[in-house]
């Protein structure tokens, strides 16, 4: 069930409070509009009615798609009062925890495309490598897009602050050997927490990978 919440705000920029709908819960059966708008990272879109100022607002908040079975907390580690719990009827499901919209965003589109996230970081992983020793810049950033030729996955390149993305699509078989090596190494995702699937798992598998 999709969970709305009204809410005093106060906007950033003159002060004056606007009655906000907080959706600390979103169920995309229910609600496809508003998957829509995480697809569209506008869901935290915050408009001023006295100013027009325009900014996000950023709070946690709880994907679920029963269908496909995942579930996405979307909250900051460390903020107090503020973490999503998982209910334990719910511990099948495949729980992820993501920082920001872009991330929750692009958890949809891997799960969407029947994709394990753990082997896409795998496949992430060996790509930023190599962009980030050719652009000699530390602050990239993939995000999976889609699926594209021959089940080949597309990525989004950030590089530093630049807004704009390039695109990668790597090779079906990349990511397959990805789904290998996760076989092989028999990871079994911990239960009951909300698991964060990035860079530092990927490393760390691959690295055991590398040590066996
Ligand atoms: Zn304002």
Redesign the pocket.
């Known amino acids: 069930m999709s969970t709305f919440i009204k809410k005093d705000v106060a ?1 950033p ?2 002060g ?1 409070t606007k009655k906000l709908t907080i959706i600390s819960a979103v169920n995309s059966l229910e609600n496809p509009e508003l998957k829509e708008k995480i697809l569209k990272e506008s869901f935290f879109d915050f408009e ?1 009615p ?2 027009n ?1 325009r900014c996000s607002l950023m709070y946690p908040t709880i994907y679920h798609d029963p269908k496909k079975g995942f579930m996405v907390g979307l909250y900051r580690s460390g903020t107090k009062g503020s973490k999503v719990e998982a209910p334990a009827s719910i511990n099948a499901l495949t729980k992820r925890r993501v920082k920001d919209l872009a991330e929750l965003k692009e958890k949809i589109l891997i799960f969407d495309n029947n994709l394990d996230d753990i082997a896409v970081e795998m496949v992430k992983n060996a790509i930023l490598e190599v962009f980030k020793k050719s652009y000699e810049n530390e602050s990239v950033k993939a995000y999976f897009t889609k699926t594209g030729e021959n089940g080949g996955l597309e990525f989004a390149i950030f590089c530093g602050k630049n807004k704009t993305p390039q695109y990668h699509l790597s090779k079906r078989e990349v990511y397959d050997n990805c789904c290998e090596i996760l076989r092989s190494l028999n990871y079994k995702e911990p239960s009951g927490d909300f698991l964060r699937v990035g860079p530092t798992l990927a490393n760390e598998l691959l690295t055991k990978y590398k040590n066996n």
Do not use: K, M, W
């Open positions: 906007c920029n003159c004056s001023c006295s100013c100022y």
